[in-house]
């Protein structure tokens, strides 16, 4: 063409910024000025997309500085395209400033910055924007309500994911697939898998981001006939054809159910069916599965042999499954992989030592502690925490600095006399301490999970379901009594612990003593 103007070099631009190859439209933001052509409030956006599609943050903070001088360093696509880059870049308290910068903000920008900190690992300040957003007197938009419902399926923010729920209806968003898949997602996630059901029937298209949401709700909860199921439908009748994520949720749910034969045939189906290359969650998956069982020869020999270099997800399923079993030589190597990988994780010293401390080897339990201590590095404190009417509540183990304190230990103590009639006896194993019985009792009595199911239960009426969330796994006894404890009150206590769900209900749990 003998004469580009500005609206072809963005015609150009948008669609290599979209399809790819995202080079191809930096190349031709540089061209424009070679050109003669000055770029204008559409090629900004365009530019910055791909610079965030690229993780190119060296050339995104190039266009940030150059439009900035301009007309249009103020206007809103461009500036929800800066905070974007920078969130897609990892560059959060960035994308915040520019945000703050921002002298009128309209539903765009305002989507961007929460976007940017739901992607980020930052769900509470997402749902704090969001509320900011509102007293603004800014309305939102179904973009606005999938981020933050998003970011209450991060922080297991039930109430607030519920709040979201019906703003949403009351709204007229009722009937967009967009919102009730986001909220699928959130309900599977905060342990309302029956709920997350009912709005996958009710969906009017079922796309493959949806099927995914429902078949890893069911694996994360274990669920895993129902995750199945699901899949064969999903392949039979629907013929919507698995992605990776897919397999994701299905080895997921093999492995928290404990399937090993089909762990294996899913496995072969993903790559000889489907031609999906595994990544590390699947191999992860299939790892922590053989692990789980016993069948350490098996595992090592799929790590030894995959196609890419195991992380330290892979070397911690292994990890986990030697704990499980006492399988103290495998332990010790799996240890040396991961202190390569993460030399500053104490997590990873503590499993060799508990490892230690099972085989009653207390001199090489505190041969590893003392490793730790030179090393300056301390122990994950375990922390559970309950939401309640808005506020969040957190425990440590032996917690005694909440208002109803003595109201906790009171229960707990009413709850252990129940529990003692039905003939329950502490188990002790879970602490790895070289010290008397009576002090363990004590010990795992007052672990920060009973505690935030003691005040759950003064604090709510009868048969409500409780939500607890753990930063570690779940030990044996706690697993026992949150049984017996489910039995006793008749309630449902739902426990999303580091490693999976746990539906407590009348004195069983979903995980079938699997976990």
Not at 112 to 129: C, D, K, T
Not at 144 to 149: D, G
Not at 153 to 158: E, K, Q
Not at 401 to 413: A, C, K, M, Q, T
């Amino acid at each position: 063409m003998p004469k580009r103007n500005v609206f072809l070099w963005n015609v150009l631009i948008r669609a290599y910024a979209r399809e790819g190859p995202h080079e191809a439209a930096v190349q031709l933001y540089y061209g424009m000025a070679e050109h003669g052509v000055e770029p204008d409030n559409f090629t900004y956006p365009l530019v910055l997309k791909a610079c965030a599609a690229l993780l190119d943050l060296e050339t995104g903070r190039e266009v940030h500085e150059r439009v900035s001088g301009t007309r249009w360093g103020q206007d809103v696509f461009v500036c929800a395209g800066v905070v974007d880059m920078y969130a897609k870049c990892g560059c959060v308290d960035d994308a915040r400033a520019v945000f703050d910068g921002i002298a009128v903000r309209d539903a765009v920008v305002w989507n961007s910055m929460i976007a940017a900190y739901g992607q980020n690992g930052r769900p509470m300040e997402a749902l704090s924007l969001c509320r900011d957003m509102a007293s603004n007197g800014v309305g939102p938009t179904i973009a606005t309500l999938v981020s933050t419902i998003s970011a209450a399926a991060d922080a297991a923010a039930l109430p607030r994911g519920r709040e979201l729920h019906g703003f949403g209806w009351r709204r007229g968003f009722g009937r967009q697939d967009k919102l009730k898949t986001s909220l699928l997602d959130m309900y599977a996630k905060s342990g309302w898998v029956q709920v997350a059901r009912v709005l996958f029937e009710q969906l009017m298209k079922r796309e493959l981001v949806s099927w995914n949401a429902m078949i890893c709700g069911y694996g994360m909860h274990g669920h895993a006939d129902e995750a199945l199921e699901l899949f064969n439908k999903m392949r039979g009748d629907a013929q919507v054809t698995p992605d990776n994520i897919t397999f994701v949720g299905v080895l997921s749910a093999c492995n928290h159910g404990g399937m090993v034969e089909e762990a294996r045939e899913f496995f072969g189906l993903m790559v000889d069916v489907y031609s999906i290359k595994p990544t590390v969650q699947h191999y992860t998956c299939l790892v922590d599965v053989l692990g789980h069982t016993g069948r350490f020869e098996e595992a090592y020999d799929l790590i030894k042999g995959m196609s890419i270099k195991p992380d330290s997800g892979i070397w911690g399923a292994l990890l986990n499954g030697c704990k499980i079993h006492k399988n103290v030589e495998l332990g010790e190597l799996a240890l040396q992989k991961l202190i390569e990988l993460e030399p500053e994780d104490a997590g990873n010293y503590v499993h060799l030592s508990n490892i230690y401390a099972q085989s009653g080897k207390w001199e090489n339990a505190a041969r590893v502690r003392k490793l730790m201590t030179n090393r300056g590095l301390k122990k994950i404190l375990a922390c559970s925490w309950i939401e309640l009417k808005g506020k969040t509540h957190g425990f440590l183990v032996g917690d005694a600095s909440h208002p109803r304190s003595d109201e906790i230990y009171e229960e707990l103590e009413r709850l252990e006399g129940l529990m003692s009639d039905a003939g329950y006896v502490p188990d002790t194993m879970p602490v790895f301490h070289n010290v008397d019985d009576d002090e363990k009792r004590n010990m795992v009595r007052s672990h920060s999970e009973r505690l935030a199911i003691a005040f759950g239960l003064i604090s709510t009426p009868p048969g409500t379901k409780l939500l607890v969330t753990k930063n570690l796994r779940v030990c044996e006894d706690c697993h026992v009594v949150i049984k017996l404890i489910s039995q006793i009150v008749q309630r449902e206590i739902i426990i999303r612990d580091v490693n999976r769900y746990h539906h407590f209900v009348n004195g069983e749990c979903s995980c079938k003593d699997y976990w």
